[in-house]
Structure formats: structure tokens, C-alpha cells
């Protein structure tokens, strides 16, 4: 349930974002945008496959239709469909991860290391994702070693609720793009 909370939560937290960055570069911000949307969008959805082991093991009566033994199986492939959803949304916030990289690189009011930093989770995200479409083996392998990368998110949000952004820098970028 929590998961609903957090797509929920998700959509004022990128209107925020926008509004935090589009004195940086209005298209790229609209592209963050977009792609946060997406990411939230296929989240959402894919949650249904992550719900769908609690209904299939549940016991309800239209399950009497069914053996154990399929219904266990039918659970286990709604994991697997999660897994697999989970990794398409990670895709779109790999990009998402992109552009707020190169918004963060090139604002003035955030240090550019987050950004950086930012950029190589993103292609993280990307190369996992994909190698769990074209080379599952490999995906298991390579997993661990892009565990580290999500300190990027980590050290953003901590920034941004201990120091905040420069707000001098930030006007003066936003006076500099004409609002």
C-alpha cells in the first residue's frame, strides 16, 4: 500500500521539481516532466501485478476452479511480471534520471557533482534494465555492483531538505531566463 502512497506523493514532488528547474532549461525540465510522469504512470500500473500473488493465494471462493499448484504458479508469474514492469518504469526513470542530471549540471544553485552523479545512476538504470530483457544471467551479476549508484538519489534528497538550493543563485538564473 505503500507503493500507492509513494505514485501518489510522486506527482506534486515533479511539479515541484519543475518549478525548481525550468529557470535551468524549460525544455529539458518539460522532458523531466514527461518522463517522471511516465515512470509514475507505469508504476501504478505494474503495482497491480505486485497485488495480484495476494489475490491468487488469498482463498477466495472463484478460486476453488483452480489447483494449488497453479495458483502458486500463477502467483509466482505476477512476481515476475512485477519484476519485469518494474524494469520498463526503470528505464523511463533512467532518462528521468538524464535530464535532471544535465538540469542539476548546468543550475547554479546545486552542486554539479549531484548532477554527475546523477547521470551515472541513470545509466545504471539503463544498462540493468536492458540487460535483464537481453541477458538475464548477466542482469544477476551486475546488479550488485550498481547498488552503490543510488547515492546519487540519496545525496539529492539530502541536499535538498539540508541546505536547500542557493536561492540568491537561484533568482539570478531565473532573472538571467527571463522569469
Given at each position: 500500500m505503500v507503493e500507492v502512497f509513494y505514485?501518489?506523493?510522486?506527482?506534486?514532488?515533479?511539479?515541484?521539481?519543475?518549478?525548481?528547474?525550468?529557470?535551468?532549461?524549460?525544455?529539458?525540465?518539460?522532458m523531466m516532466v514527461f518522463f517522471a510522469f511516465v515512470v509514475d504512470a507505469?508504476?501504478?500500473?505494474?503495482?497491480?501485478?505486485?497485488?495480484?500473488p495476494l489475490l491468487l493465494l488469498g482463498g477466495g471462493h472463484y478460486l476453488t476452479a483452480f489447483t494449488a499448484e497453479q495458483l502458486q504458479a500463477?502467483?509466482?508469474l505476477s512476481v515476475q511480471l512485477f519484476?519485469?514492469?518494474?524494469?520498463?518504469?526503470l528505464v523511463f526513470?533512467?532518462?528521468?534520471?538524464?535530464t535532471m542530471a544535465y538540469l542539476i549540471v548546468h543550475s547554479k544553485f546545486?552542486?554539479?557533482?549531484?548532477?554527475?552523479?546523477?547521470a551515472i545512476e541513470g545509466l545504471g538504470y539503463l544498462i540493468n534494465s536492458f540487460s535483464l530483457f537481453i541477458a538475464?544471467?548477466?542482469?544477476?551479476?551486475?546488479f550488485p555492483y550498481f547498488t552503490p549508484t543510488a547515492i546519487a538519489?540519496?545525496?539529492?534528497?539530502?541536499?535538498?531538505?539540508?541546505?536547500?538550493?542557493?536561492?540568491?543563485?537561484w533568482n539570478e538564473q531565473a532573472d538571467a531566463a527571463g522569469g
Open positions: 505514485c501518489v506523493f510522486n506527482v506534486p514532488l515533479i511539479l515541484i521539481l519543475y518549478n525548481l528547474f525550468k529557470v535551468v532549461n524549460k525544455n529539458v525540465a518539460l507505469i508504476e501504478s500500473v505494474n503495482l497491480l501485478a505486485h497485488f495480484a500463477a502467483a509466482y519484476e519485469h514492469g518494474f524494469a520498463i518504469c526513470f533512467g532518462f528521468d534520471c538524464l546545486l552542486p554539479g557533482l549531484i548532477g554527475v552523479l546523477l538475464p544471467a548477466l542482469q544477476a551479476r551486475i538519489e540519496v545525496a539529492l534528497c539530502l541536499w535538498l531538505l539540508v541546505m536547500g538550493v542557493d536561492v540568491q543563485r
